[in-house]
């Protein structure tokens, strides 16, 4: 009797941390989709003349969980997220994560995966977000192809003339990045260089 319920409960502890282990949902091949090292300073400049740099700083891989809709269970949610830092005075709170990154990687046990685009800078009243499944990316016939991406920011700050320099659309390469964007007053920026901080 005693030796039934030992082996009880050695099954109980190895069921209990299969079903708490967190196993990657995103394969090398997934996280190779950004085409970033994590340590790069991009420079735009406007058919304004205007000059702003985003520098990358790392990436971070983490875990959450979450019930969705018709499950009894929780789920495991994988982020690969690509951070950055506006250089023209904008940092977002540490605390406040959402803000931080620029791309991000998003895995279900599914395994569809959805692509995250972020960009916020209160100072130069830009508010960028959208997400898109990785398959719009990877089903375009030639990587070198520009892709136009809408911004799906709710604009908060609508009917007010400081929401027209808000970023509009973003254009994307799958083998450079973002290559540039936008502004809803017009306005054009365009990538001009790719520095490699080491």
Not at 128 to 156: A, C, G, M, V, Y
């Amino acid at each position: 009797m005693y030796l039934k319920k030992e082996i009880f409960l050695i099954a109980l502890i190895i069921l209990t941390a299969s079903s708490c282990r967190r196993v990657s949902q995103l394969s090398q091949e997934d996280r190779l989709f950004i085409p970033y090292s994590g340590n790069e300073k991009l420079i735009f400049v406007s058919n304004h003349g205007g000059k702003d740099t985003i520098s990358l700083s790392g990436f971070e891989n983490y875990f959450s969980t979450e019930k969705p809709k018709g499950l009894s269970r929780n789920v495991n949610i994988e982020h690969y997220n690509l951070m950055y830092i506006f250089d023209s005075g904008y940092k977002p709170l540490e605390e406040d994560a959402s803000k931080t990154y620029f791309i991000g990687l998003t895995a279900r046990e599914t395994k569809e995966i959805i692509v995250s685009f972020n960009l916020q800078n209160p100072n130069r009243q830009y508010f960028f977000w959208n997400s898109l499944n990785i398959d719009t990316f990877r089903n375009n016939k030639n990587p070198e192809d520009t892709i136009t991406i809408e911004n799906k920011h709710k604009n908060e700050t609508e009917g007010n003339t400081s929401s027209q320099s808000n970023i509009k659309k973003m254009f994307w390469i799958n083998t450079k990045g973002a290559v540039g964007f936008t502004l809803s007053n017009g306005e054009v920026w365009k990538l001009q260089e790719v520095q490699n901080d080491k």
